[in-house]
C-alpha cells in the first residue's frame, strides 16, 4: 500500500466545483454574464427547488494555523453590525435581479467564525434576509460553530429561525497539537456544546476532525477518534490536512514541514479513524464525511440525491446557489463567480449598489458534461457515457490515463463507465483528475492544491 501512496500523492484539486477556481477563464467573464446566467437559472428552478446561500463571516479572534479559510482576525466586535448591514444588502442587489421572491432551500454560515458574532446579531442578520425571501419547504440551515465561544443563546437563536444542524470545529485532542494550530479546545468544552445543540433542538451534529497535523501520532488520531465516537455525532468530516502556505494570507508557516506526518502516516492515520469509525456505526460518505445511518446525509447518498458543491456534500442539489459576503463564491449552475477578498473593497462596492463581485466563470458545453462526470465520481463512486449528452470527445484520452489506477485495482473500467472500488476511494480526487480536462490541457507551473493523500 505504501507504493501506491507514494506514487498517487500528487497535488490536486478537492473538487468542490469544476473547473477548479485557478482554472476559471477570468477574461472572459463578465458581471453582466453573471447576472444573465443567475436570471436564467433563478427562473428555472426557484419555484420548484428554491436556491442556497452561503454567508461567509470572516472575522476570528485569533488566528487557527491549519486554516486556509479568508478571515480577518481582531478582538473587535465593533465590526459586526455595519458587516451584517453589507450582507443584507448583497442580498437585496440580488433579490431585485429576480421577478419573483427567493425561497431559500439552503443557508450555511461559514467562516472565519460565525459564532465571532452575537447571538443578537446573527438574529439581526437572518430577520433582514427573510424580509427579502421565504423559507422553502423542507429547509435544511446550518452553521460553523467554535466550541469555545457557541454559546447557549446562539444555539436557541438559531434554532428559533429554523436550524437543525451545526458543525463543531474539533480537529484534534492532544495539547501538543492544538499549540502548534493556535486552537486550544477542551473536550469537556465540544462535550458541552454538543449536548447543548441538542438540547436547543438542533437534529444533525457533526465535528470535524483533521488528520495529518504538525506533531499528530496515531495514538493522537486513535485517542481524538475515540472520543468523538464517545460523544455520537451525527455527522463527522474527517479531512487531511490540507498544507497549503503559499495561500495568501495563509498562517500555515508557523511550522516546518519536517513537524508533519509522512504520507504513509497520514494513510495509516485515515485508516485507523475509519475503521473505528465504520465500527461503531459510521457510513462512509463520499469523500472526507461519515454519517450515522439516521442522518440526513446518509439518506441522501442512499436515496441518490446527495450532491457536492461550495458548501461541501449535501442533502439535496439547488440549481442556484448565492455566496454573500467576502470571498463567498455563488453559482449558477451555467458560471461561477466570487467576491472580493478584501473587507474595505467589499464595503466600497456594496455601498455604491454594485455586486462585489472579483472575477467568475462561465462553463462551456464541454465544462457542464466534464462537471457532471466528476460530480457523480465525487457522489456515487462511478459514472457512465454511454448516451450522448454524457460522452465527450476526451473519452479516448481519459480512458488511456484510467488505465494505470485500473491496474492497480482502485478502478473497474469498461468502455462505457468507470466505478471506484473499495481499495481506490482513498484515490478519488486521482480518479477525477483524468476527467479535469482544464488540468490536463495546463498542468500548474507553481502550487496550486494540496497533496491528494
Known sequence: MHSIISKYNVPGPRYTSYPTVPYWDEEN??????????QQSFKESNSSEGISLYIHLPYCESMCTFCGCNKRITKNH??????????????KLYTELFQERPKIKQLHLGGGTP?????EHLDRLLCGLFTLADKAPNFEFSFEGHPNNTTTAHLETLASHGF????YGVQDYNLKVQKAINRIQPYENVKTATENAYSAGFTSVGHDI???????????VINTIDKTISLQPDRIAYYSYAHVPWIKGNGQRGFNNNDLPSAALKREQYEAGKNKLIEAGYV???MDHFALKTDSLYKAQHNGTIHRNFMGYCDSKTQVMIGLGVSAIGDSWYSFAQNVKNIEAYEKLIVNKILPISKGHILTSEDLKVRMHILNLMCTFKTEWNHHEQYLAKIPDILTKLKELQADGL????????EITEKGRPFLRNVCMPFD????QKQPDRPLFSMTV
Not at 437 to 440: G, S
Request: proline share 3%.
Open 29 to 38: 467573464f463578465s458581471l453582466k454574464d453573471w447576472k444573465r446566467t443567475l
Open 78 to 91: 465593533k465590526v459586526e453590525v455595519p458587516y451584517i448591514q453589507l450582507v443584507i444588502q448583497e442580498f
Open 164 to 167: 437543525k444542524r451545526v458543525c
Open 411 to 418: 478502478i473497474i473500467l469498461t468502455e462505457g463507465s468507470v
Open 437 to 440: 480536462l482544464r488540468l490536463q
Open 284 to 286: 462512509e460518505i463520499g
Open 210 to 220: 483533521i488528520y495529518g497535523l504538525p506533531f499528530q501520532t496515531l495514538v493522537d
Open 115 to 119: 459564532t465571532f458574532f452575537s447571538a
